[in-house]
């Protein structure tokens, strides 16, 4: 699923949830800690693993976070492809198309 650039992430969170199914646990970066958010996954039976705000009170434990270096890993190589980190691409389409092709360099390279 694709939003518009100045969609937040949360916006499109339960949406991309409900489309995987069940899971033990959903590591997310602290743009998606929000009451809400928690209370739904629970509801799903997954294990939300992710940090605190700032501002929160009673922060949660979160120490399978550490598994999402590899996928931020995968963004910073992403972001070295001009066209995929300023999004030159109009369409959904040929931005995905864009986005696959850069991850085919980047798994062909290792």
Known sequence: MMS???VSDIEMAK???GMVGHSAQLIADKGYDSDDFRAFLREQQINPVIPARSNRENPEPWYLYAAR???ENLF???KQFRAVATRYDKTITSFSAMVLLACIVIWARI
């Open 76 to 78: 910073s190589k992403l």
């Open 15 to 17: 949406p991309v949830v």
């Open 69 to 71: 270096h590899a996928i």
């Open 4 to 6: 518009a650039g100045q």
